[in-house]
């Protein structure tokens, strides 16, 4: 989703530096772009560059020269839209009448409407649709009316309701504000004197530096330039808050393709070790937390998404192997359930980014009900990392592509070891991991792909794919829908195998593909029987298996991982997804209206 990245250095030309930030923020998914500094000798203080698409292939110099030469200072916005179209003027930043302040903004300010009414009534010119413009104009009244920037911008910041975050620059003062409201946002302490940075995602600077201040709710950074002066670059917290410096001892994993054409599929691939690495973790905190996990009076899993699948599958894994019964729900919908929580309770937060508001929202619901929260996280420093008492990474490295795949299995291994251990078998938890890690390094090789995309040729025109699956692969027909579906746009379905009969089954006709995720275990000879009712009405069924059938029209062998059948039988259809993507000329790393890092309600 939306991303910022902002950028003080001695001298000018810090315009570079925050499109090469940007384009760190491209896997984010967003649909336009901008940048803005302060011009060193020009009639409008601000200059402004904003476009429709993509910033990856863009000419980093075309652009800071279209800017001019600066006063050392830039910031810049990847934008997915939420209020008003995708149009170069929606695109931040966003500028004051003066042309002065120029502000970049992630997130929502919910109660926008009633300032932008009024602001119009009173004479300034709104260029755009978005809640964000609203920023400078209410900045640039505070400062008509005599106060200083500093005050005009905190004053402003505690009238915004919603979770946001935004970076505001001042020609005139020679400020930038960085303001936290809900939405990360986090400053880098460059290794020039007088070099900072200020970003959205810490991948924004991770490049060049890994000294970081992290600036809270409800907290504002406030950063002085000028291009001539090293003294002035100071940085201030609103109310004068000491921060210490922090040094993130955190690789993002390879950030490059490493030869493969997308991010998906290298990611598909990586999965050959990314299941080991994830439960490669201290066995005694594993024990530790599998000690919480058993007393708590009441376990909540909650994630978004594909997270939000693991979580469900996650309840039928404490209940199989652990005979712990765990609430899963999906965190948009978790509000319900907020009676249960207690300081006995745990909540088991699963989060790729770290980022994601729905989750963000529902600790902040548990938290002062005194309910502890453990994250299960891939990115070290995130906003979830700091609001929980306890995380455990995912170990998976930077995943780009919007659909997630290695973070998917890598969550998924990691609550089937949490499982093992609550039940007192962590060993064996590992062994099967172990196993299902070299069965997947097994499965993936040229042979199966090729395989697999005969099958995305015969799939590639249908408007419609069934996916089914019973006890823990329910959940996963779920995400197997969600799969195909970001991936190739075709509609994509997935339900428990019990309950074809109730209302899917009317729409099988001659040739509806259905998949079915067929596992070892006591569900099979159900699963059989789901899958012959779908064949008798003409339905073309792919039976993703260890064994084949012969009321499969298509078979996809998967290893007989036992437990672990859940990360088995969804790595073969994040590889169709991949191949559909291809045959229908989408790219299958960015998917049209999604994003990676879904920082909105
Ligand atoms: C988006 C991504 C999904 C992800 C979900 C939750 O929809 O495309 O892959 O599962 O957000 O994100 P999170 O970062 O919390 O795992």
Known sequence: MCGIVAYIRKGSGASSRVIEGLKKLEYRGYDSWGIATVAEESSAPVAVVKKVGKIGSVDSSRVSRALGRDRGVAIGHTRWATHGGITQKNAHPHVDCSGRLAVVHNGIIENYQGFRDRLIKRGHRLLSETDTEIIPHLVEEGMSAGRSFRDAVLEVSRQLEGRSAFVLMDAGSGQIAAVRLGAPLIVGVGKEPGEMYVSSDIAGFLDYTNRVMYIDDGQAAFLHFDGTRPKFFEIAFGESVYKRIVTVDWKRGEVGKSGYDHFLMKEIMEQKHTIADAINQDDKRILEIAGSIRHASVVFLVGSGTAGRVCAAGEYLFSTIAKKHVNAEVASEFRNYKHYLTNKALMIAISQSGETTD??????????????????????????????????????????????????????????????????????????????????????NPRYEEYIKKLARKLKNKHDIMIIGRGVNYPMAEEAAIKLTETSYIHAHGFAGGELKHGPLALVEKGTPCIALIANDDTKAEMLSNAIEVKARGGYVIGVSPENNKIFDYWIRVPDAGNASPIANIIPIQMLGYHLALLRGINPDYPRNLAKSVTVK
Request: charged content about 20%.
């Open 359 to 444: 989750v963000l929202e529902v600790i902040d619901i548990a938290k002062p009900r005194g309910a502890k929260v453990l994250s299960l996280l891939n990115v070290f420093g995130s906003t979830m990392m700091r609001m929980s008492d306890d995380f455990l990474m995912i170990n998976a490295g930077a995943e780009h592509a919007v659909a997630s795949t290695k973070a998917t299995t890598a969550q998924l291994s990691l609550v089937t070891l949490l499982a093992y251990a609550t039940a007192g078998r962590l060993d064996e938890g590992k062994r099967l991991l172990l196993n299902a890690a070299a069965q997947v390094n097994d499965m993936l």
